[in-house]
């Protein structure tokens, strides 16, 4: 298991913790693996999720420091979402 999710789940878990997302969405990080946020928390998983973001390595962290939007990096390309669209703008409010 990859230190760099470990560290991100941790990072998630602090972001999402007051926001009161409830849904499930999973991040597909290219060459690294998956986690899964949801009612639980965040955690490496893979387990199923409403939606799923898929993004490389640098783009997922750019999200995660705050560096890139959510949104901006969907509407360049550079995020990838399949499923439910409404929960993705969810998580995206959360995280910013």
Do not use: C, H, W, Y
Request: aromatic share 4%.
């Amino acid at each position: 298991m990859s230190d760099i999710l470990e560290q991100a789940a941790a990072e998630l878990n602090e972001k999402i913790s007051a926001s009161g997302f409830d849904a499930s969405a999973k991040f597909a990080i290219a060459d690294l693996g998956t986690i899964v946020l949801d009612a639980n928390g965040a955690r490496v998983s893979d387990d199923d999720a409403d939606v799923t973001l898929s993004a490389d390595t640098e783009t997922f962290q750019a999200i995660l420091t705050g560096e890139l939007n959510p949104t901006s990096a969907f509407m360049t390309g550079k995020l990838t979402v399949d499923g439910d669209m409404g929960i993705a703008m969810q998580l995206a409010s959360a995280l910013a």
